[in-house]
Nanobody
């Protein structure tokens, strides 16, 4: 069963940067697309970015283009989300998963397995 451990969140000022990490296990990492999602209380998870291992292509939410970069280290089975120039609308709990749904909202049931615990991102001056 796929498992995900997210880390790297924290408190930053507007305009600051964070790099989130997602360590994955339990599936064929080298051939599986991985997505980053974010969720604020009372709302569904929103797809933020996606990386497809088959061709290395990436996709990022329009509001995050030019600010967020998704990348992957297959040897470490880790996917990163570099977040630059963080804005007041970016705070949320960030999750990764073996699905992609950039720009879409997904319910908890979107995964066959369980979501990880996520990592909290807070932007405040």
């Amino acid at each position: 069963q796929a498992q995900f451990v997210e880390s790297g969140g924290g408190l930053v000022q507007p305009g600051g940067s964070l790099r989130l990490s997602c360590v994955a296990s339990g599936f064929s990492f080298d051939h599986t697309a991985i997505g980053w999602f974010r969720q604020v209380p009372g709302k569904l998870r929103e797809g933020v970015a996606c990386i497809k291992k088959t061709d290395g292509s990436t996709d990022v939410l329009p509001s995050a283009k030019g600010r967020f970069i998704i990348s992957s280290d297959n040897a470490k089975k880790t996917v990163y989300l570099q977040m630059n120039n963080l804005r007041p609308e970016d705070p949320a709990r960030y999750y990764c998963a073996d699905i992609c749904a950039t720009g879409m909202e997904v319910p908890d049931s979107a995964l066959y397995g369980a979501w990880g615990q996520g990592t909290q991102v807070t932007v405040s001056s």
